[in-house]
């Protein structure tokens, strides 16, 4: 999967606040890991395919696989803003 650019906020006065930024990216970013550790946990099994013919397992894993690195791209997302606001907030407060 490719890395897209990220579009970061401009945190100023008339905008949402680093602080409040930062704790809701902080927590999409938890809830993205906890939709992961989820998926992983789903029982996954060939046998719940082969009855769709003999491409059916190939083709669920590839799909769960291409859900993961989607998932896996909003956590870097979110990682990303969350540490952004942070850093703002570190720089601005010293």
């Given at each position: 999967?490719?890395?897209?650019?990220?579009?970061?906020?401009?945190?100023?006065?008339?905008?949402?606040s680093?602080e409040?930024?930062?704790?809701?990216?902080s927590h999409?970013?938890?809830a993205v890991?906890?939709?992961?550790?989820?998926?992983m946990?789903?029982d996954?099994?060939?046998?719940?395919?082969?009855?769709?013919?003999?491409?059916?397992?190939?083709?669920?894993?590839k799909?769960?696989h291409?859900i993961?690195?989607?998932?896996?791209?909003?956590?870097?997302?979110?990682?990303?803003h969350?540490?952004?606001?942070?850093?703002?907030i570190?720089?601005?407060r010293?």
């Amino acid at each position: 999967m490719n890395k897209t650019i990220t579009i970061l906020p401009t945190i100023h006065i008339n905008g949402s606040s680093a602080e409040s930024l930062t704790k809701d990216y902080s927590h999409a970013r938890r809830a993205v890991q906890e939709a992961s550790i989820a998926l992983m946990s789903v029982d996954f099994n060939a046998r719940d395919y082969y009855v769709q013919g003999p491409s059916a397992w190939t083709e669920a894993v590839k799909q769960r696989h291409d859900i993961y690195e989607h998932l896996s791209a909003a956590f870097d997302a979110m990682q990303e803003h969350e540490l952004y606001c942070s850093q703002f907030i570190k720089e601005i407060r010293p």
